[in-house]
């Protein structure tokens, strides 16, 4: 499994997570609850918890990781993930499953790294969750 992991970060699995989540950020792209699809909205919030998902594993274990994370952007990404709109969570869509897989990933990627800690609370992290 580790090897696995480490394949992954070698081939750039990081940068290219993060970057496909700030995709979805995007104004412009059809973002999980704007798409007039149901069907669509489902899979594009399914694609986002399976892409924070896979960066939480790769992360977990490895401080190397984390601060690489948090060198591409990636705490800032975290934090407009916890600042979804939480009306949508009982939808059924998926978008508690999107959080849940976002707090996680700030478990995983976040927390026993200080200085990706430290972005963490720079960018009012904590306040988010807290709210």
Not at 8 to 26: C, D, S
Not at 30 to 48: K, W
Not at 68 to 84: A, E
Request: charged share 20%; glycine share 8%; hydrophobic share 45%.
């Amino acid at each position: 499994d580790e090897v696995l992991l480490q394949d992954l970060h070698e081939q750039g699995a990081v940068p290219m997570l993060v970057g496909l989540l700030q995709q979805f950020l995007e104004p412009g792209i059809a973002a999980a609850g704007s798409a007039s699809n149901p069907e669509e909205d489902r899979i594009l919030l399914e694609m986002q918890a399976d892409a924070l998902l896979t960066t939480s594993c790769l992360c977990e274990l490895d401080i190397h990781r984390k601060e690489l994370f948090g060198g591409y952007d990636g705490v800032q990404l975290l934090v407009q993930y916890l600042k979804r709109d939480s009306a949508q969570f009982s939808s059924g869509r998926g978008h508690n499953r999107l959080l849940l897989a976002a707090t996680d990933c700030v478990w995983c990627t976040v927390v026993g790294s200080p200085m990706v800690e430290d972005i963490f609370l720079e960018n009012e992290g904590v306040f988010v969750m807290l709210d």
